[in-house]
């Protein structure tokens, strides 16, 4: 077949890339998705179904009789490689940007502070390894836990997450609650560039926070409550590989019930959304 000179048609002929832009829905079912509690892959201790609904929201039922626990490494987490738009992989050695959102959708089941009551945790971070709870991997994210019930209503509460350095995890403790209906978690992560191998700096990776109310309630920005930001420190705990970047999505439950209680149910939207570059020189062009 000829073209003409300056014919753009035909020009994607043998190209197989899938561009996917834009907020992704965090798959569980994808085939890259693994599922980990501690070291245990595919043995969920929190999750007692996890259910995805024809809107792309995922219905996670809690088990009946649990342990409550606050560390990320702790809970059930969900792990993909994380993708540029083009397929191919983001590593630490890349430039890359980074935004997430958990949207609660509804909930159901006794979710509070009183009685065998449930505190459920969904959260989402980046992280080195497949395994969350690897002794060499490092993580940062954030999310939020249904912490009391009071006048009708469930109050979030939010949660950060981050590793130390080996094997070594904290998590920051939000006493205050978080206005009633605004229950949509949107994200920034601030990344480097002094992140991978030979550039690993302490408070080089932030997270900036501001909550919505959801879907319902056409996402109106909560403009009273400023997030506090979660930073990657010390040295020890900070990003200091080249390889595969991972998103998590966590599930969990920060108080112990014995089941005599309704579990909870959290149906939620997670999404995240990221663009990057080979390296961290850039494009050189304007």
Same mark, same amino acid.
């Given at each position: ?11 994607d002929?043998?190209?197989s890339?899938h ?9 569980i ?5 693994v ?6 892959a595919?043995?969920p201790?929190f ?5 995805t609904?024809?809107?792309?929201s995922?219905?996670?039922?809690l ?8 560390d990320?490494?702790?809970m059930?987490?969900y792990?993909?490689p ?9 590593t ?11 949207e609660?959708v509804?909930?159901?089941?006794d979710?509070?502070h009183?009685?065998n009551?449930?505190?459920p945790v969904?959260a989402?971070a980046l992280? &080195?390894?497949t395994?969350?709870?690897? %002794?060499? $991997?490092? #993580? =940062?994210?954030t999310g939020?836990?249904g912490?009391?019930? +009071?006048s009708?209503q469930v ?9 130390n350095g080996a094997g070594?995890?904290?998590y920051?403790?939000d006493?205050a609650?978080?206005g ?6 949107v994200?920034d992560?601030f990344i480097?560039p ?7 700096e302490t408070?080089?990776?932030?997270? &900036? ?5 959801? %879907?319902? $309630?056409? #996402? =109106? ?6 997030m506090?930001? +979660?930073?990657m420190?010390?040295d020890?705990?900070v990003?200091d590989v080249?390889?595969?970047?991972y998103?998590?999505l ?6 112990t019930a ?8 959290i ?14 020189a850039g494009t050189?062009?304007?």
């Amino acid at each position: 077949m000829r073209h003409r000179i300056g014919s753009f048609r035909g020009c994607d002929t043998g190209k197989s890339t899938h561009f996917v832009g834009g907020w992704r829905d965090f798959d569980i079912g994808h085939p890259d998705c693994v599922l980990h509690n501690g070291a245990s892959a595919g043995s969920p201790a929190f999750i007692n179904t996890a259910v995805t609904q024809a809107d792309r929201s995922i219905a996670f039922t809690l088990v009946d009789a649990t342990t409550g626990v606050t560390d990320l490494n702790e809970m059930d987490v969900y792990s993909l490689p994380l993708r540029r738009k083009d397929g191919k992989p983001v590593t630490f050695a890349d430039s890359f940007c980074f935004k997430t959102q958990i949207e609660v959708v509804s909930h159901s089941g006794d979710i509070g502070h009183s009685g065998n009551f449930y505190q459920p945790v969904i959260a989402m971070a980046l992280g &080195q390894s497949t395994d969350v709870d690897h %002794a060499d $991997n490092h #993580y =940062v994210g954030t999310g939020f836990v249904g912490k009391r019930y +009071e006048s009708s209503q469930v109050k979030w509460r939010r949660r950060d997450y981050r590793t130390n350095g080996a094997g070594a995890h904290t998590y920051g403790n939000d006493t205050a609650d978080i206005g009633n209906d605004f229950r949509q978690w949107v994200s920034d992560y601030f990344i480097g560039p002094c992140i991978g191998a030979d550039a690993a700096e302490t408070n080089t990776v932030s997270i &900036q926070n501001t909550v919505y109310k959801n %879907a319902t $309630n056409s #996402y =109106v920005k909560n403009n009273t409550i400023i997030m506090n930001n +979660e930073v990657m420190h010390p040295d020890a705990g900070v990003f200091d590989v080249d390889t595969q970047v991972y998103v998590y999505l966590a599930v969990g439950c920060e108080r112990t019930a014995n089941g005599t209680d309704d579990a909870a149910t959290i149906t939620v939207r997670c999404r995240y959304l990221v663009d990057g570059h080979d390296g961290k020189a850039g494009t050189g062009a304007a």
